[in-house]
Each structure stands twice: as C-alpha cells, then as structure tokens.
C-alpha cells in the first residue's frame, strides 16, 4: 500500500525531473494538480538574459557533450519537425540522432531508421533503415515494434510475415502504442 505509493511517487518525480531538465530553451511544461496549473522549467541560471537564439545556442552547445542524451534527441526532433526557431534540416537531425543512437537510444534509432528509408538528410536504404528499426524494436521502443510490424505486414524492404507483424503489434499494444492497437485490430478483422 503506502510503499508501493511512496515508489510511485518517487518514479513520478524522477521522470518530471528528467524530462523538465531536458526541455529545449523556451519550452516548459506545466502539472495539473486539483485544477491548478503549476508550472514547471529548468531552473534559471543567474546572469543577464538573453534572447532565443544565444538561449539555443546555449543548449546547443551542451546537448554536444557525449552523455546529454535526452537534449540530443531534443535537437534531432526540432532539426527533423522544423520550429519557429529551428529550420527544418534533415542532415542536422541525421547527426544528432546519431549520438544519441551511439548510446542505443530508443527514438534516435527509429527516427534514423526513417530517415534511412525514406532518404531524410542521407541516402536511402532501406537494408539500414531495417536493422536500425529492429534495433529500437528490440530495445523495447515501441514505435519501433509498431514500424516493424507495418514493414513486415507490407513486406517493404523484408520479406512479408504477417504473423511476426501481428507479434511486433502486439507487443506495441502492450505498451498503450494506439498506432500499434489500430493495426493489430486491422489485422485480426481481416
């Protein structure tokens, strides 16, 4: 009761703490809690203001640091997507998902191994693209699992198999992926 509570509680935290220290300059995110927003951001270096570029420049230069893995996919998503600060530039996205990636990370190997499908910031290759998405999928990534289902289901870039799709989905589904959820249902109505 109380100490599974207390561990929850202590996950909870972790992870706010986690994901607030690496947001990018000029983002934060809030917590609703009994109605009243409370906001949340990275503390606030003492020191003169600065704008947004000198602020990204700022995070830029620290996401550099080999272990800052959660900022490196932070700069590959904003790279990637494109924001009102950031030009969308696939190469740029290419070599930050790259050093997360180094590290096995999740999101960046899935986000390389989309990119080296479709030809995003490098050449295509789909033989790439397969071993990067099996490599998240395995890591238990689960848009990964859901990606590697949709390619063994169309049989694009492997070999058709549609029992080991419903199993990549199914996996996926287990982690609340609703993309994974939509096409295992797909799968057993057919």
């Known amino acids: 009761g109380e100490d599974r509570v207390r561990e929850a509680t202590f996950e909870v935290g972790r992870e706010l703490e986690k994901r607030v220290r690496d947001l990018?300059?000029?983002?934060?995110l809030s917590l609703n809690v009994g109605g009243e927003e409370l906001p949340l951001?990275?503390?606030?270096?003492?020191?003169?203001?600065?704008?947004?570029r000198e602020?990204?420049?700022?995070?830029?230069?620290?996401?550099?640091?080999?272990?800052?893995?959660g900022r490196q996919v932070w700069m590959g998503r904003m790279a990637f997507e494109g924001t009102d600060d950031v030009t969308r530039d696939y190469r740029e996205a290419r070599r930050w998902f790259e050093l997360a990636a180094r590290w096995g990370h999740g999101e960046a190997l899935s986000m390389l191994g989309?990119?080296?499908?479709?030809?995003?910031?490098?050449r295509r290759d789909a033989g790439k693209a397969v071993e990067l998405c099996r490599q998240a999928a395995e890591r238990g990534y689960a848009r990964a699992?859901?990606?590697?289902?949709?390619?063994?289901?169309?049989?694009?870039?492997?070999?058709?198999?549609?029992?080991?799709?419903?199993?990549?989905?199914?996996?996926?589904?287990?982690?609340?992926?609703?993309?994974?959820?939509?096409?295992?249902?797909?799968?057993?109505?057919?």
């Open 114 to 122: 989309l990119m080296a499908l479709h030809g995003l910031g490098g």
């Open 55 to 69: 602020a990204m420049e700022s995070y830029r230069t620290v996401a550099r640091t080999p272990l800052e893995i």
């Open 145 to 190: 699992e859901t990606g590697m289902g949709r390619l063994c289901w169309d049989g694009e870039a492997v070999p058709e198999d549609r029992a080991a799709a419903m199993e990549w989905w199914r996996r996926a589904a287990r982690q609340k992926d609703a993309e994974a959820q939509l096409w295992l249902g797909h799968a057993l109505i057919l």
């Open 41 to 52: 951001g990275p503390p606030r270096a003492p020191g003169p203001p600065c704008g947004d």
């Open 24 to 28: 990018p300059p000029g983002m934060s």
